[in-house]
């Protein structure tokens, strides 16, 4: 019963979270609504018993959701609103609200006729981490290492795109800067 | 047990963790104003009852009393909800926390964890990162360029202290073999000798430094550093809202000291003649004792100063760590 009254609990937060994410115009609204959300999202995981993915939603959601905060702070007044250029909201409404009921419809139907059953089932006395771990590194061992390798070609991308003037202290230049103004 | 009697003992534990942890919040706050002034060469609070110890009792009056100022320009449900965010999830983390061992009352045994589920660690480590949410938010909806500021440096924060805190956790870990804060606990049973910070001293000082920054306490206390940015996240509020923060702050500090002493330093086992109730809540004292001492004797860092340590000198470290515990483990 009460698994029932926490399930619904948490859609309606999750639906409503994410419609703020949609709807509102304050950037610093959208955000926090998305960090509720994704938040909210690791309720499902815990009632499934999937603790382990449900404290890793968390974990990860912070971080990821923390650097769009920054990158919010640094293109917009948080406190504003922002003024959205939609020429064709009509068609932009239709399209979105079309792919979405693909996504439903095509996550809906296995579960409707009932063809959905579990390839790895849980194995009683193996915990959550470690049923994680087997499923990786049998079946799903190949995604798992070239994700890894993508992951870190990414990086190390990311290092030199950033990484020119990397021994280069801004705060100390910042200081040296004044004070050569400061004697002119 | 039935779903009522579970639901009604689950509630019970609930409220005593809540009551006894922000009495001793308050209470923590007198403790830190005394060790400073005695470091410091002062009296510190001394006027209001023996030896100022009903100081908590006139603040918690000031801030109850106070009346909640919501300046003009905020972007008001977000600077309401941002305190709360940071005090529910220092008390959300405690429920995973085993806080003492199993003892018997009136015939009943009480297990003193709210849940006990098998992420333990992973699950207070996580909802104390999104702890972090309070100050972000406090600082970008509060309209004002030191609050600002403050949110900025809680993301660099957190960007920079995250990665460090898990990887040192991770070493220990691999020796137990478990996430589940009870197995970390049973797994150092073995007295003294046992403890995991003889295996595991790199990590352990890691995980202090990280947690330093995780609370954000003196060396890091960037995001509220009043020379700088006068109060950084929290400038703009007052009253309760102001002393929820700081009830979040002390909490989660209590919470570091409880997984520190139950990750590294042997937990709630039974020390020599010392009974284990006790024995892990001098180690809690003493850990929230050395949280004030480095207050008194270190100065702040800058923001650049604390990434710069964070990235290049506590990740490789930690890094390094991983794998030659990995090594030993596979010899």
Same mark, same amino acid.
Request: proline share 6%; charged share 10%; hydrophobic share 55%.
């Given at each position: 019963m009460i698994e029932t009254i926490a399930f619904y609990t948490f859609s309606a937060v999750t639906i409503v979270m994410f419609w703020i994410v949609v709807s509102s115009k304050n950037a610093l609204y959208s955000m926090s609504a998305l960090a509720a959300g994704m938040i909210t999202i690791s309720g499902f995981f815990f009632l499934l018993d999937a603790d382990f993915l449900g404290v890793v939603q968390i974990i990860v959601y912070t971080g990821a959701v923390m650097a769009l905060y920054a990158f919010g702070m640094m293109f917009f007044d948080t406190t504003r609103e922002v003024k959205e250029n939609i020429r064709a909201p009509k068609l932009v409404f239709l399209l979105s609200g079309l792919t979405a009921l693909i996504l439903v419809i095509a996550f809906a139907a296995p579960m409707v006729s009932d063809h959905i059953k579990a390839f790895y089932p849980m194995v009683e006395g193996v915990q959550n981490p470690q049923a994680v771990g087997i499923v990786l590194f049998t079946k799903y061992l190949v995604p798992f290492e070239v994700a890894a390798v993508m992951l870190l070609v990414a990086m190390i991308a990311g290092i030199i795109l950033a990484g020119k003037?990397?021994?280069?202290s801004l705060t100390l230049k910042i200081e040296e800067e004044f004070q050569e103004k400061g004697s002119k | 047990m039935t779903f009522s009697e579970f639901a009604i003992a689950t509630i019970i534990k609930i409220l005593v963790i809540l009551g006894v942890i922000s009495a001793m919040a308050g209470f923590g706050t007198y403790l830190e104003r005394k060790v400073l002034a005695f470091m410091q060469r002062r009296l510190g609070?001394?006027? %209001?009852g023996p030896y100022g110890l009903l100081q908590v009792l006139a603040d918690g009056i000031k801030l109850f009393t106070k009346e909640d100022i919501v300046p003009q320009n905020t972007v008001k449900p977000i600077f309401m909800i941002a305190p709360i965010i940071s005090a529910a999830t220092a008390f959300i983390a405690?429920?995973? %926390?085993? *806080? *003492?061992p199993e003892f018997t009352v009136f015939g009943i045994t009480v297990h003193p964890i709210v849940a006990d589920i098998n992420v333990g660690i992973l699950f207070v480590l996580g909802l104390m990162a999104s702890g972090l949410f309070g100050p972000l938010l406090a600082g970008m909806a509060s309209a004002n360029k030191w609050g600002l500021l403050g949110a900025a440096r809680t993301v660099i924060q957190l960007l920079s202290y995250e990665v460090v805190t898990g990887l040192s956790i991770l070493a220990p870990l691999m020796l137990v073999g478990s996430l589940s804060l009870i197995d970390i606990n049973n797994y150092q049973a073995?007295?003294?000798?046992?403890?995991?910070v003889w295996k595991q001293p790199v990590a352990f000082v890691l995980f202090l430094i990280a947690g330093f920054a995780e609370t954000n306490r003196t060396p890091f206390d960037l995001l509220e550093h009043e020379a700088e940015? %006068?109060? $950084?996240?929290?400038?703009e509020y007052s009253g309760m809202r102001w002393g929820m923060f700081f009830i979040g702050e002390y909490a989660n500090m209590i919470t570091l000291g409880f997984l520190a002493s139950l990750v590294? *330093? $042997?937990?709630f086992n039974d020390w020599g003649f010392i009974p284990g109730g006790l024995a892990i809540i001098l180690k809690v004292s003493f850990i929230f004792f050395f949280f004030l001492w480095t207050r008194a004797a270190w100065p702040h860092v800058r923001p650049d100063q604390l990434m710069w340590l964070c990235w290049k000198v506590l990740m490789p470290i930690a890094v390094l760590n991983v794998v030659v515990t990995g090594f030993v483990l596979m010899m």
């Open positions: 003037k990397m021994d280069e | 609070p001394m006027h %209001v405690l429920a995973a %926390v085993p *806080l *003492l073995g007295g003294f000798a046992e403890w995991i940015i %006068v109060s $950084g996240y929290a400038t590294f *330093l $042997g937990g």
